[in-house]
């Protein structure tokens, strides 16, 4: 089927072969700057515009896409430059954030007949809001699960100085083929430095429409004053969402405060409560102000009341320093004479929690795709987990079968000199030593793995996700790290000579722990040391 894109279409649905609509004889092709697009049926619609599930004309197999059509609300020469800017802005922000396994890319965008049209890549799966329609509301170890998932992108998106806006459960989707979160809608993003003069009504014209849900946008963005912390506080009600299956409208509110009364609809621990409230506070100044502070405040969760319950000798060490040094729960308390017990116990809760995390099974079940059982962790899941080990046939295999998610995997020593691994998931895995010469691991996520003293000889990392890994002493001479995301990477006596690192995100502090020579192109695109 072919369907019209003009708004006023009295009777857009046409056939597929059509070239024109049978109604309104708007052409049904559009004609951008890298393909020809036909759509298929309308996703959706509202105020600005309407998205669209689209077919490339052009390119072999006809793939799938999303075209978003912007539609100006009157012909106004200011309306219609505020549809452009609005345009202009989204198109920069996912060309600059696109890059992430996590985010659709953006394909094309273009102007035809004083519409707008935003052409990104398809997602295939259900939303969360679909997903707790269907399955029901999700346990608190499911809520840590999605929040370990979508916290460490929020935070790649606001070290790019980008606030999202419309964070809610419709707007993340699990990817049918990897079982992984995806934000999509960019629609609503706020770059800090981009806002136009006033217009006559006293608003700016890039905040005056696209503010957000309400409800899942905290006060200070409906005020139009977005900060960070307004995505922390989106991404806490959509919290509460998972767990009560209520939309904000469907809560009570305090008439004194306005905060949501949500605490006596859940069944929660004390300690993610308290983490929720802070997450949920109308004043800024009280709320977290980053997602690593939340990722820092879940990580406390090891300390529960079966802890305190088994803990019967005082410990010399504090609390806060066994959290942030501990390599597994059993070796933080190997001093104690009561270790023992209380490393049962910890065991014991966490065993419980993912026995009744309906999320985690369904989870296990889309990812089922290797017969053997698997025993899968993000990188902040629980450390007491030894990941699972493969060797490079039953790996390679997988990943021919469709599997793409090995993350915390051990795939230490391996060789897969050559192989072809793109768009694979080794967050947290660990690749200490393997041989990934030559391998194609284009737009991968490397993001908290271990991968010292690895060959990365030759190996093609454009666009990978490398955030907080460890690369120290790895072989990457020759390597293609374009437009890689490089944050925190540990590069100590990492090999760059003539490595590529054009747009890569790096600091010159990193490069300087690494050999580099006069053939390295650094970031700025230029080679040599300077």
Known sequence: ??????????????????????????????????????????????????????????????????????????????????AEDLFEREAKTLGKIGNHPQIPRLLDYFKQDNQFYLVQEYISGATLQQDVKKTG???????????????????????????????????????????????????????????????PSGQTALTAYAIGTPGFAPPEQMAMRPVYSSDIYALGVTCIYLLTAKTPKDLPYNPTTGEMMWEQLVDVSEHFASVLKKMLEVSVRNRYQSAPEVLRALEMEPYLDSLSKGLLVKSDVDPKERINNRPDNSSVLSNN????????????????????????????????????????????????????????????????????DFAAYNISLLNLQGA????????????????????????????????????????????????????????????????????????????????????????DEQLALAKINWLTVRPNGKRGFL
């Open 337 to 404: 004479p009561a270790s023992n017990n209380v490393a049962a116990a910890i065991r014991a809760r966490r065993a419980k929690l993912a026995e009744n995390s309906g999320f985690q099974a369904r989870r296990r079940e889309r990812q089922q795709l290797i017969s053997q059982p698997q025993n899968l962790s993000g990188g902040n899941s629980n450390a007491s987990q030894i990941p699972r080990q493969l060797n490079s046939q039953s790996l390679l295999t997988a990943y021919v079968k469709g599997r793409r």
């Open 137 to 199: 509301c999700y346990s608190e170890a499911g809520v840590k699960q999605f929040l370990s998932e979508i916290l460490p992108l929020l935070q790649y998106i606001h070290e790019l100085k980008v606030i999202h806006r419309d964070i809610k459960p419709a707007n993340l989707i699990r990817r049918s083929q990897d079982a992984r979160l995806v934000l999509i809608d960019f629609g609503a993003v706020k770059d800090q430095v981009s806002q136009t003069a006033p217009n």
């Open 420 to 507: 072809d691994l793109s768009e694979t998931n080794f967050h947290g895995a660990q690749l200490t030593k393997t041989n990934l010469q030559g391998a194609n691991l284009e737009n991968t996520d490397f993001g908290r793995a271990s991968l010292k003293e690895a060959n990365l000889k030759d190996a093609n990392l454009t666009k990978a996700y490398l955030s907080h890994a460890d690369l120290e002493g790895a072989d990457l001479r020759g390597a293609d790290l374009s437009y890689a995301y490089m944050s925190q990477v540990n590069l100590r006596g990492a090999n760059l000579c003539g490595a590529n690192l054009t747009g890569a995100k790096v600091t």
């Open 1 to 82: 089927m072919s369907y019209c894109f003009n708004p006023t279409c009295p009777h857009p649905k046409n056939l597929a072969s059509s070239q024109q609509c049978k109604s309104c004889n708007n052409p049904l092709l559009l004609i951008g700057k890298c393909g020809q697009y036909r759509a298929v049926r309308q996703l959706g619609q509202g105020g600005f515009g309407a998205t669209f599930l689209a077919q490339n004309e052009v390119l072999p197999g006809k793939p799938s896409c999303v075209i978003k059509q912007l539609r100006p609300s009157g012909t106004a020469p200011h309306i219609l430059q505020m």
